[in-house]
C-alpha cells in the first residue's frame, strides 16, 4: 500500500457517507438476507446436561468443560467489590482465556471502502443469521479442535503482508458473563483480489449504519470489531460534509473532538486512575458446585429467585458451519438488558455521559460503560431511590428526547437469543448538573481514542458508539 | 489554576534545563545530602525467618505473611509460557495488591517547575538514603496498619481541589518479582505554600537529571514517576531550545516526535496486540512450600542452584519513619543485572529498540521493556549462541557508543541492596537491520506516549528513559 493512502478516518468516512455499494444494491438487501436463511437448514433444541456430548460436569468441581479442555468452560466466582450496593456474591462465569480473531476484511471499490460482511448462522441467534465479520474464529475453531473445516479467510490475517492494518486491538467482552474475555479486533484493507462466498457481501459503512438501525441484524462480533474505527481526519485533509440531520450532524463533530472536551484526555485519564485507585474487585473462581445461591436441575443452572442467568445446554444442526451438528452449553437471560447514553451538548459539541463500572470478570478493574448498564426486568417493582443512577432518568425520556432506539443481540455462539434495549437520551434542562464521582463527560472522538486502547470501553459502550450513524436523517 | 498555563510539556522541558533551582544551589547537594546521612540513625541486620516479628509462615501454604494480612506476601508461582527458552518453571512471588501513591508535589518559583524531593531512608538501599518523590507509601502505610504516624504531606494527594494534576497513572513494577503490582504514579502542580521538612528539598528537573548521572542516588520510585513527564510541546508553543550535546541534542528531537517515527503509533499498537495474541501465559498461585526448586533454610529462600534471587529477613531500626524499628522479609538478588536500549537513527530521529518481553508477574502478558533486561551473572561462562538477542552486542559496545552509564537502583523497601548496570549504547553500521519480531523500534516520543496509558512499557524501559538528559554535554 503507498503511503499516500487516505487516512483511515478519511476511509471510514467517506464509507460511512455511502448509501449504496458495490456488492448488493440497499434495496435488494432484505431479499439476498432471506434467501440466505433459506439456503441453509438449522435446527436448535435445548436438551439435558445429560445429553450433552464431549461436554460434562467435572467430578470434582462440578465446572462444566469439553473433554478437550478447550473452547471455554463454566465455573464459579466469588466476588468481593467496594463498588456498588452489593458488597460480595457468588455466580457461574464463562472461562475462555483463548483470544479469538474478529475481522474484517475491507477493500476500495471506486475509492470507497467496501467491508467483506459475513450472514453467519450462530445457534443462540434470533432468526439464527446475523452479519457478522469476515472472519470470526477462536483458537480452538482455527487450529481446528473440532476436526472440522478451517473457518474461510483465516489466511488473510494470519498473513497480512499483502494488506494494510486498518484496525488492530485486543478488546474485553461481558465482564459480567465473561472472565477476562477479550477478542483480537482486527481489520485489513487489501489490493487483492478476494473471492466472495455464497454468504458474504461486499456492503459500505453506511449500508451497515443503515442496518444497525434495525432489531437484531448486525452481531455483536461485527459492532465491536466497528467500534474500533476512528473517524478523526488528519489535520491536513481537506474537511468532509455529513447528510445528516441535527443528531447527525453534532454526532460528527463529536467524532472530530478527539484530544478535547469538557475534560481533557489527561483529566479523563486521572480520573479513570482515580477509580482504579477507589474500587476493589477480588474475583476469585471458585468450583461451580460450591457457588452459593444457584442451583442445578437435569436441564438448567439458575439463580434461586429465578432473575440474571441461566446455563442450559443445546444440541445445534447446521450445513454451514465448520462441523454439521454439535452440542454445547449456553447462557440465558432471564431478564431483558437496558443500555443507554445520556447526551449532551457542552461549547456546542456533543458528549457522551460516560460510568466508571466494576464488572466481576472485568481485567483491570473498572471500565469505561455506558451511562445505564443494567437488568431492567428486576426493577420493573423496585423503588427508584434504589435503582442504579439515571435509570428512571432514562426510562422516562420522552420521545423527541430518544435519539436512537434499537433491539440489539448478543453473541450468539454463547448466548440464548439475548437482546438488549439500546437507547441515546438527549439530556434536558432537567438533568443534573453534579454527577456521581465515576460518571465522566467525553466526546465521542475522545471514546475513540481511548478504545484504540485495550481494556478501557466496554463492549457495552463500545456497541452503542458502533451503531451511530452520522449521515441519517434524524429519527424524527 | 488557570487555563492559559504552559502545558506540562513546556514546563517540565524548561524545568529539565535548569540547571540550578531555587532550593538548593547544585554545589551544596552533596553536603546537604551528608547531612541527611548523618542526621538518621539506620541500622539493618539479617536476622533468622524465626526473629521475624508479626511476620510467619502459614502454616497450611507455607507463604510468608503479616498478621494483619497486608503489606505483602511471599507466595509460590507457577509459571507456563512458550515466550523465551523456559518453557515453565516455578519461583517465589511477591504479592502485593494493593495499590500504593508514588507522588511529586511540584511547583514554580520563578516561572521554573520544581520537585519536592525527599532524602529517604529505605533498609535495603546501598547507603541506606536515596532521593525519592514526595510521598512514596502504600495504602497499608497510610491508612496506618503499622499503627505509626501518618506519611508527610498525603493530605496534597488525597485532596486535590487546589492543585494542578501533570501526570496520574497506574505504572507496573518489576514483573519477575512482583505480582501484578501496580502503583500510582502522580505529579500535582501547586500554587499553595508548602512547608519544607528537613529531609524535603526543592530541585530543578535539571538538578534531579544531573543526579541520575550518577550511581544510586535517585531511588526507583523517583524514577518511575520521572518517567511519565512527557516533554512534547502543544502544537501552538514556541520551541525551546536545548544546551546539550549531539546525543542530547536527538533526545530532544526524538522526545518531540510523538506520534511518528519508522512506525506509526498505530502499527506500533498492531505489533503490541500481536504480540499478546502469539504469546501465553499462565501463571498460578501456589503454596510457597510447593514451589519446586527452591529451598528454605533458617536464615533464606534460595534456587538450588544459587542462582536468580533469595528470600530474607530484617531487624531494621530508623529514627525517621513511621515507626522507628520493625523486622521484615527481603528479596536478595544473587546476580548483578543488566538492562539498555540500543538506539539508532532513522531519517534524523533517534529510536529505541524496544522489546516485547513476558515476564511472570506482568499484568497483561507482555509489557515493552529495554532492548536487553537480563541478568548476566548467568550468562558469564554461557555460549554467545544461548544468551538473549542483542546481550553480546551490548557487553561488547566500544566506549565511544555508550551513551549513558550508570548503576541504578532497586526499591528498597523490599529488595536487599540491588543495583542495574543501566546503558543506552548507539548501534554501529555492524548492528542488525532484521531484528526478531518482538522487538520494535520507538522514538522517545512514542515511548512518552504508551507510558500515559496503563500496563504498556515497564518499569525497567520507564526508568531508563527517565535518566536521559536533553540538557548535558555528551559523556565523552
Known amino acids: 500500500m503507498t503511503g499516500s493512502a487516505p487516512s483511515p478516518g478519511s476511509l471510514f468516512l467517506q464509507s460511512a457517507l455511502a448509501a449504496e455499494g458495490h456488492g448488493l444494491p440497499a434495496a435488494e438487501f432484505d431479499a439476498w438476507f432471506a434467501g440466505r436463511q433459506r439456503a441453509h437448514r438449522f435446527k436448535l433444541e435445548q436438551i439435558p446436561f445429560a445429553d450433552l456430548k464431549k461436554w460434562s460436569f467435572h467430578p470434582e468441581s462440578g465446572n462444566l ?32 482465556p483463548e483470544i ?15 467491508f467483506l460482511v459475513q450472514a453467519k448462522m450462530e445457534p443462540g441467534n434470533i432468526d439464527m443469521i446475523q452479519l457478522a465479520p469476515t472472519l470470526q474464529a477462536t483458537r480452538s475453531n ?7 473445516r478451517k473457518p474461510p479467510y483465516l489466511e488473510y490475517f494470519l498473513d497480512r503482508s499483502g494488506s494494510r492494518v486498518l484496525v488492530d486491538v485486543l478488546q474485553s467482552e461481558q465482564g459480567a458473563r465473561f472472565l477476562r474475555k477479550r477478542n483480537r479486533n482486527i481489520m485489513i484493507e487489501t489490493d487483492e483480489e478476494v473471492p466472495v462466498g455464497d454468504d458474504y457481501v461486499w456492503m459500505t459503512l453506511g449500508q451497515l449504519l443503515r442496518l444497525l438501525r434495525r432489531d437484531n441484524v448486525v452481531n455483536m462480533d461485527a459492532r465491536t470489531v466497528l467500534s474500533c474505527i476512528t473517524y478523526a481526519l488528519d489535520g491536513g485533509e481537506p474537511p468532509v460534509a455529513t447528510t445528516g440531520g ?28 482515580q477509580q482504579k485507585f477507589a474500587f476493589d474487585l477480588d474475583a476469585g473462581r471458585i468450583p461451580l458446585q460450591t457457588v ?33 451438528s454439535w452440542t454445547q452449553p449456553m447462557v440465558k437471560a432471564q431478564q431483558q438488558g437496558l443500555i443507554a447514553f445520556v447526551v449532551r451538548e457542552f461549547d ?20 469505561m460503560a455506558p451511562t445505564v448498564q443494567c437488568i431492567t426486568g428486576s426493577y420493573h417493582d423496585a423503588d427508584p431511590a434504589l435503582l442504579p443512577p439515571f435509570v428512571p432518568y432514562v426510562l422516562s425520556a ?32 432537567d438533568f443534573p448538573d453534579d454527577i456521581p464521582s465515576n460518571y465522566i463527560w467525553m466526546t465521542a472522538g475522545q471514546l475513540n481514542e481511548f478504545i484504540k486502547f485495550n481494556n478501557f470501553v466496554n463492549v457495552q459502550a463500545r456497541s452503542l458508539l458502533s451503531t451511530l450513524s452520522f449521515a441519517e436523517p434524524d429519527r424524527s
Open 65 to 96: 468443560v469439553h473433554d478437550s479442555g478447550r473452547f471455554f468452560s463454566i465455573e464459579g466466582l466469588r466476588v468481593r467489590t467496594n463498588w456498588g450496593k452489593v458488597p460480595e456474591w457468588e455466580q457461574p462465569i464463562i472461562v475462555q
Open 100 to 114: 479469538g480473531i474478529l475481522g474484517f476484511i475491507t477493500k476500495r471499490f471506486g475509492g470507497i471502502l467496501h
Open 142 to 148: 482455527f487450529t481446528c479442535v473440532h476436526q472440522g
Open 246 to 273: 441535527q443528531f447527525g450532524q453534532a454526532l460528527w463533530r463529536s467524532f472530530q473532538a478527539v484530544g478535547r472536551g469538557l475534560r481533557s484526555n489527561e483529566e479523563v485519564l486521572s480520573w479513570f486512575t
Open 292 to 324: 452459593r445461591g444457584w442451583e442445578r436441575t437435569d436441564m438448567e443452572i439458575r439463580h434461586e429467585t429465578g432473575r440474571y442467568f441461566s446455563v442450559m445446554a443445546c444440541a445445534v444442526e447446521a450445513d454451514n458451519r465448520e462441523v454439521p
Open 348 to 367: 456546542g459539541v456533543l458528549h457522551f455521559l460516560v460510568q466508571a463500572k466494576v464488572e466481576p470478570g472485568n481485567f483491570d478493574v473498572v471500565e
Open 398 to 429: 420522552q420521545p423527541e428526547s430518544i435519539l436512537f432506539d434499537a433491539l440489539q443481540s448478543e453473541e450468539g455462539g454463547r448466548f440464548f437469543r439475548e437482546e438488549n434495549r439500546n437507547l441515546i437520551v438527549a439530556a434536558g434542562p
